[in-house]
């Protein structure tokens, strides 16, 4: 079985990332579900069923929806979800996954109007959960419109359904570096550069500081089990973030916050960042990868 992993998202967060905000009451039906067939290698496994909440649009505070709309929405994990259930019947391999969630002020009946907050998909009428448990009760209008103000509107993203992670074998060539950990993979050659790190800004490394740089060689299972992991993360995400994805680091810390993700000589994102952390809920994903990686330094 795989394990989620929450991950507390403040109300503010939820209003950046959302597209479109709307006050809201169940429709009917309220719940649906959508079948979604999973076959590999010519073999059909049970199918993965999508749950779908129908609601009826009162209200627009963001985005192009209009009163009187029907909108389908799905959950904010449901890539997640699809990608974790087709391992699961597959390959009968689990995973770990970071699970972003809201936990509103009060407990609220939502079977009266509510606020919220969503993302466009593809599909015509349809928008998924900007996170897990993205509603808050109408109290909270004058506080969600001030923090409006403040966001700017994210563009509408593609919601599909992620491909099944291939095995190890089939990447030719990878390389993720995240802060102090490389990892590099060139045909059956996989390396892991375990960097050391001196975070004081008033004085320099002492001198053979560099010699403590590790340089191990991987196995194929070793490998195995980060490739599962970096399948879990958007790494296109990671190439559009800005200035309000980062905090500044305390000013005696020196910190260098980078990033590269290439796949089969492809580079799908590369920055750097100085005397900035991404902010927690981005940063946890990449830091279990690293935690694993430098785990395998025994």
């Known amino acids: 079985m795989s394990q989620s992993h929450p991950v507390e998202v403040s109300l503010e967060e939820m209003v950046r990332r959302s597209s479109d905000i709307v006050v809201v009451k ?26 779908l909440h129908r609601y009826l649009v009162l209200e627009s505070l ?16 449901d890539r997640e979800n699809e990608y974790t259930y087709r391992l699961m019947v597959t390959e009968k391999t689990s995973k770990s996954v970071y699970i972003p969630r809201y936990q509103p002020r ?38 969600i419109e001030r923090l409006m103000l403040t966001s700017s509107t994210p563009q509408p993203v593609e919601h599909k359904v992620l491909p099944r992670l291939e095995p190890s074998a089939v990447v030719d060539k990878l390389v993720f570096e995240f802060n102090n950990v490389r990892l590099e993979k060139e045909g059956e050659i996989i390396t892991l550069v ?3 790190v001196w975070q004081d800004a008033q004085t320099g490394s002492p001198p053979g500081f560099e010699i403590k740089t590790r340089t191990l060689k991987l196995s194929a299972s070793e490998f195995e089990k980060i490739w599962l992991k970096l399948g879990a993360i958007d790494f ?60 395998l330094d025994k």
């Open 194 to 196: 375990i960097l050391p």
């Open 236 to 295: 296109k995400h990671y190439a559009t973030l800005g200035n309000t994805d980062f905090v500044k680091t305390p000013p005696d810390m020196q910190h260098v916050e980078q990033l590269r993700y290439q796949l089969n000589g492809i580079d799908v994102v590369q920055w750097v960042h100085s005397y900035r952390f991404l902010r927690k809920t981005l940063r946890e994903p990449l830091m279990a990868v690293q935690q694993a990686l430098q785990q």
């Open 62 to 77: 963001r985005g192009d929806l209009k009163k009187n709309n029907i909108i389908e929405v799905v959950s904010a994990h």
């Open 26 to 51: 169940l429709g009917s039906p309220f719940v649906m579900d959508e079948r979604v067939e999973v076959n590999e290698g010519g073999k059909q496994y049970p199918p993965y069923k999508r749950l």
């Open 106 to 143: 009060e407990p609220f009946d939502i079977k009266q109007p509510h606020i919220l907050f969503l993302i466009k998909t593809n599909p015509a009428m349809r928008y998924a959960e900007v996170i897990g448990q993205s509603a808050e009760q109408l109290s909270l209008r004058s506080e």
